[in-house]
C-alpha cells in the first residue's frame, strides 16, 4: 500500500500554515495535511507576538532575514489589502540614548539602506520630538513603513486558503513519532493512528529541532527557549507614544530590546523581554518541564552560551522580576512614563536556535533530510516573511514527491 497523503505540514503557526498554502498554489492536486497538536491555530510564537510587520532594518544585508523580511513585508502589505485583514503602518523610531549607541545606530540606518528599506530618516533630537513628542534621545532613525496586525488573524486566513485549495488542517493532533522509511515517511499521532506521507515539511517552531533530529536530519541547532514578557500602557496613557518606539538593540541580545508597540486593537504593548524559559512553552517562570530543560542545560551549545552571555541573562531576570528595573529602562527612551502606567500583560516564548559554539542563529535555518524539509529556525521576522520563508521552502522541495 502507498502512502495515504502526498505532503504532511508539521505546525498550525504562521510558517506552517503559510508553506502549506504555498505548496497548494503551485501543486493544487497535491493531497496536504497539517497537523497542528493544540485544539486551535497560532496557540504559540504566531499568536503570542508583538504583531509587528517589520521592514527589515536590522538583519545583515544579503542574509536570508533580509531578503525573506523586505519581500515578505510586500506580499504581507498585498494580502491584508485584497483580503481585508486590519492593518496599519504607524512607522518606527529607533531611538539611541546614549552616545555609546550613536555608532550602532548609524550602522543599523546603513544595513537599512542595504536591504532596500524605504523611507529612512537619520533624526536629531528635535527629528525625534517632532515625530514622537514624548520621546527622548539623541539620535534616532525614522522608519515610516513600519506597521502592525494580529498574526493570529493572518493564520485563519490562511488556513481557509488551504481548505479552500483542497489541503486539510487537523487541530488536536500532536505528532508523537517521525521515522524515515524508504519510499516515504510515517508519523504517529498521539491517539495511536499512524500516517504514511511522500514528504514531509517540519515548521514545528519551539518544537522543530526534536521533530528534524527524529526525522534523521543533522541538525547540530538547538532550540533554547526565551520568554518575552509584556506590560501593557494603560487606557488613559496610550497617548505617550504615536507609532513604535525601539531603541537601540544590545548584539549580546538583539530580541531583548524592550519596546512600545501600538496594536491594531487599539492596545500599547510594552516589551518584551526575553528570559531564559525552563519549558519551551514556559509562559510563567512557575512553568517547570524538566525532561525538557534538563538536556539543553548540559548541552555544549546552551553551556558556551551561558558562558558568553550570563550578565545579559542575569540582568533580563532581574528586569523580568523587578519591575522597576524594567521602568528605568524605558524612561530613558520616555521620560513621562511612571511605574503605574504599566499594566502586566501577556507572554511569549520564542524559540531561538543556538549553535553547538553557543552562538545565537540570527538567520532562518532550513534543513533537509531523506524526504523532508525542516525549518529549524524561524525568529522573528518569520511572521512578517512568512509568504516569501513559504516560497523559499517550496522552491527547496523536489519536483516530484
Ligand atoms: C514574544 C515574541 C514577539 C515576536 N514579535 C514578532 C513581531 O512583532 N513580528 C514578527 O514578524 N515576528 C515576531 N515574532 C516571531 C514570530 O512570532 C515567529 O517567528 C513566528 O510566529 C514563527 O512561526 P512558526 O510557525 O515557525 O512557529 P509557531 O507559531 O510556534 O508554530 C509552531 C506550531 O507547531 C505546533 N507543534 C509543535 N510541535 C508539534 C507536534 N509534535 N505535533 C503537531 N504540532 C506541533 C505548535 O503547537 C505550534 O502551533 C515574535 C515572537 C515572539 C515569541
Redesign the pocket.
Known sequence: MGPDIDVLV????????ATAREILAGRPSTHLLV????AG??????????????SGVYYRPGSLKARLCVRGREQLLRYLGDRGIPHSLPGKVIVATRSSQIEQLEELLRRARLNGVPGLEWLDARGIRAIEPEVRGLHGIHVPGTGVVD?AAVCRAYAADIELAGGTVRTA????AVRATGGSIEVRLGSGESILARYLVN??????DL?ARAAGASVEEQIVPFR?EYYLLKRERRGLVRGLVYPVPDPRLPFADVHF?PTVNGEVLVG?NAVLAFAREGYRWGAIRPGEFAPTLVSRGFLRLTRQLWPVGVREAYRSLDGNAFLRDLQRMLPALKRDDLLRGG?????QAVGVDGRLCEDFVVARSHRALH?VS?????????LAIAEEVVSRMPATF
Open positions: 508539521i505546525g498550525g503557526g504562521i510558517v506552517g500554515l497537523l497542528e497538536k493544540e491555530l497560532a496557540r504559540h510564537q504566531s499568536g503570542r507576538n508583538s504583531g509587528v510587520i517589520h498574526y493532533a500532536p505528532v508523537m515548521c514545528a517552531g519551539l518544537y522543530a521533530i518575552g508597540t518584551p507572554a511569549g516564548v520564542r524559540a525549518v524561524a525568529p522573528s521576522p518569520a511572521a512578517t516573511s512568512s
